[in-house]
């Protein structure tokens, strides 16, 4: 029913900044929260940030929080993800999440739909 397009992604040096988008198209009516989350080579996937379809609320991971911002814009149906003082362990592919309405509203968790992510490589 949602279709989510990641963007943005890129190889940059620590301390750089880097923004990603998420197009989302469909039935985006059906959308209760949104979120990136991130993996690492050999790592498990991670929560890293989410934020309210409306964007009335957001909420970070202790390992981005004061460097990261998300924001939103439902009329465009898109997310931004504006990441700042990238550091090496930021490195990673960076997908793009959806909660559909109705769910559980913890923002780590229980989310419908996914990306394809974008790559960041962050070098040192």
């Known amino acids: 029913q949602v279709q989510l397009q990641a963007s943005g992604g890129g190889l940059v040096q620590a301390g750089d900044s880097l923004s990603v988008s998420c197009l989302a198209s469909?039935?985006?009516?059906?959308?209760?929260?949104m979120g990136w989350f991130r993996q690492a080579p050999g790592k498990e996937r991670e929560f890293v940030a989410g934020i309210s379809w409306w964007g009335a609320s957001t909420y970070y991971a202790d390992s981005v929080k004061g460097r990261f911002t998300i924001s939103g814009d439902s009329a465009k149906n898109t997310v931004l993800f504006q990441m700042n003082s990238l550091k090496p362990e930021d490195t990673g592919v960076y997908y793009c999440?959806?909660?559909?309405?109705?769910?559980?509203?913890?923002?780590?968790?229980?989310?419908?739909?996914w990306g394809q992510g974008t790559l960041v490589t962050v070098s040192s």
């Open positions: 469909g039935r985006t009516d059906n959308i209760y929260q």
């Open positions: 999440a959806a909660k559909r309405r109705f769910r559980n509203s913890d923002y780590r968790s229980y989310y419908d739909w």
